[in-house]
T-cell receptor, first 116, second 113 residues
Framework: AQTVTQSQPEMSVQEAETVTLSCTYD???????LFWYKQPPSRQMILVIR??????QNATENRFSVNFQKAAKSFSLKISDSQLGDTAMYFCACHYSGGGADGLTFGKGTHLIIQP | DAGVIQSPRHEVTEMGQEVTLRCKPI?????LFWYRQTMMRGLELLIYFNNNVPIDDSGMPEDRFSAKMPNASFSTLKIQPSEPRDSAVYFC???????????FGPGTRLLVL
C-alpha cells in the first residue's frame, strides 16, 4: 500500500516569512506524480503545484516551489513571502500511475497559519 | 469554464434515510473520482470512473454505498440506509484522463443524525 506522511500537524509563521512544509512518501513505483493541494476554511481543494517523478527539475508556481528528492522520497513545499490568504490546510498527495487504483493517496495534512 | 459542480452543498438527514449526492465534472474530462474526508481517516478514495465505467470501487466502505455515472456529465453517490458514521465531507473530482491532474468540486457536507 502506498503511504504519504506529513509530519507537521500545524505550523505558524509571520506574514512575509518563508515556510517549508514537509512530506515523505513510500512507493516502489517508478512512474508517479506528486501534488500539493490547499484547503482553506471554505473546504475547497485547490491545486497548488504538481511534480512529475521523472522530471529532475523542481516545479515552481509563483511563490510556491517544491524540493523534490526522489532518492529520499521527499517532497517539501516552500512558500515564499507568505500572505494571510495562505492560511489553510495543505495536503501532500501522490498519484501512482502503475497498475491498480488511479486515485490520489493523501497525507493527513498540515494546518498552516500565517500571523499578521 | 465552470469547475466541478456538486450538490447539495450541505445535507442533514436522519439515520436510515437515503442520501444522494450529485456531481457534474468539468466538460471534456473523462475520469471522475469520489472521495470522502473525515477527521479520523483524512481523505480517502471511494470509487473512480473512466469513460463512465467504474474502474475501482475498492474504497467503497459497504454495500450501503453505491455510485453511478449514467453519462459523461453526471454522477451520483448514494447511501442507503445512512448511518451517523457516514457523516463526512464528500468530494467529487475530475480529470482529463485517469493519470492527469484532478480538479475538485466544493464538496458536500453530510451530517447523519
Amino acid at each position: 500500500a502506498q503511504t504519504v506522511t506529513q509530519s507537521q500537524p500545524e505550523m505558524s509563521v509571520q506574514e512575509a516569512e518563508t515556510v517549508t512544509l514537509s512530506c515523505t512518501y513510500d512507493t516502489s513505483e517508478n512512474n508517479y506524480y506528486l501534488f500539493w493541494y490547499k484547503q482553506p476554511p471554505s473546504r475547497q481543494m485547490i491545486l497548488v503545484i504538481r511534480q512529475e517523478a521523472y522530471k529532475q527539475q523542481n516545479a515552481t508556481e509563483n511563490r510556491f516551489s517544491v524540493n523534490f528528492q526522489k532518492a529520499a522520497k521527499s517532497f517539501s513545499l516552500k512558500i515564499s513571502d507568505s500572505q494571510l490568504g495562505d492560511t489553510a490546510m495543505y495536503f501532500c498527495a501522490c498519484h501512482y500511475s502503475g497498475g491498480g487504483a488511479d486515485g490520489l493517496t493523501f497525507g493527513k495534512g498540515t494546518h498552516l497559519i500565517i500571523q499578521p | 469554464d465552470a469547475g466541478v459542480i456538486q450538490s447539495p452543498r450541505h445535507e442533514v438527514t436522519e439515520m436510515g434515510q437515503e442520501v444522494t449526492l450529485r456531481c457534474k465534472p468539468i466538460s471534456g474530462h473523462n475520469s471522475l473520482f469520489w472521495y470522502r474526508q473525515t477527521m479520523m481517516r483524512g481523505l480517502e478514495l471511494l470509487i473512480y470512473f473512466n469513460n463512465n465505467v467504474p474502474i475501482d470501487d475498492s474504497g467503497m466502505p459497504e454495500d450501503r454505498f453505491s455510485a453511478k455515472m449514467p453519462n459523461a456529465s453526471f454522477s451520483t453517490l448514494k447511501i442507503q440506509p445512512s448511518e451517523p458514521r457516514d457523516s463526512a465531507v464528500y468530494f467529487c473530482a475530475s480529470s482529463l484522463g485517469a493519470k492527469e491532474t484532478q480538479y475538485f468540486g466544493p464538496g458536500t457536507r453530510l451530517l447523519v443524525l
